[in-house]
C-alpha cells in the first residue's frame, strides 16, 4: 500500500476500476468491429470513417476535463465519465442498418470522451495523493495491472460473440459496465472530491 493511500479511499477506488475497465473495454472494442461490418452491413471504409469521427470525442474529452473538474467537481466527473463508457455500449447495441453509421459515430465519441475525461482525471488523482519518491513505483504497478488484462478482455469478447452473437454480447458489456459505476457512485469519499488533494509530504 501506498503512503497515504490509505487513508484516502477514493484513490484505491479509482485504479481498481481502472484495472478493471480493459478487461470490459477490450470486449467492445473485439466485436465493434464485427457487429458493424456482418450485423450491420457497412463496409471497411464507411467503418473506418465512422471511428476516425467519433474517436474525435477523445480532443473534446481532453479539452474539457479542467474545465469539467472546475464546474461540477472531481468526484461527479469520475462518476460521470466512468458511466459514459456503459452508455456508449448502449447507443452501440441499438445501431440499426438504416442509421449505422451516425449510431457508430455517436457511440465511438461518446465513449472515447468519457475514457479521456476519466482517465485524465483518475491519473491526476493518484498523482496527486502519492508521495513523489513512489510515483514511478506506484504508476509502473497500476499500469502492469491495468493493461495486462487487455488479452484476456479481447479474447472474452470474441469468445463470446461466437457464443451468443455479437448484439447480445454488446448488450451483456453494456450491463457489466453500468454496473461497475456503482463502487463509485456509492463511495462518499469519491462523490464529495471538489478538487484534487494536495501532495502527501515524503
Known amino acids: 500500500m501506498l503512503p497515504g493511500a490509505k487513508s484516502r479511499p477514493a484513490a484505491r477506488r479509482c485504479p481498481v476500476r481502472t484495472k478493471r475497465w480493459p478487461l470490459r473495454r477490450q470486449r467492445p472494442r473485439s466485436s465493434r468491429s464485427v457487429f458493424a461490418l ?35 467537481g472531481l468526484g461527479r466527473v469520475l462518476v460521470a465519465a466512468k458511466s459514459m463508457s456503459g452508455i456508449a455500449v448502449v447507443v452501440l447495441a441499438t445501431a440499426a442498418p438504416t442509421r449505422a453509421v451516425p449510431t457508430l459515430v455517436a457511440a465511438t465519441g461518446v465513449m472515447a470522451c468519457g475514457i479521456t475525461v476519466y482517465n485524465i482525471a483518475q491519473v491526476s488523482l493518484r498523482q496527486a495523493v502519492t508521495p513523489t519518491g513512489m510515483l514511478a513505483r506506484m504508476n509502473a504497478s497500476v499500469r502492469f495491472a491495468v493493461w495486462g488484462t487487455l488479452p484476456v478482455g479481447a479474447t472474452a469478447g470474441g469468445y463470446l460473440a461466437s457464443a451468443v452473437g455479437t448484439r447480445p454480447t454488446l448488450w451483456l458489456i453494456a450491463g457489466i459496465g453500468l454496473l461497475s459505476c456503482l463502487p463509485l457512485i456509492l463511495t462518499g469519499e469519491v462523490r464529495a472530491l471538489r478538487t484534487f488533494p494536495a501532495q502527501p509530504a515524503e
Open 38 to 72: 456482418r450485423d450491420l452491413g457497412l463496409s471497411p471504409g464507411e467503418l473506418g470513417l465512422a471511428l476516425t469521427i467519433g474517436n474525435s470525442g477523445a480532443l473534446l474529452g481532453a479539452v474539457l476535463c479542467g474545465r469539467l473538474v472546475g464546474l461540477v
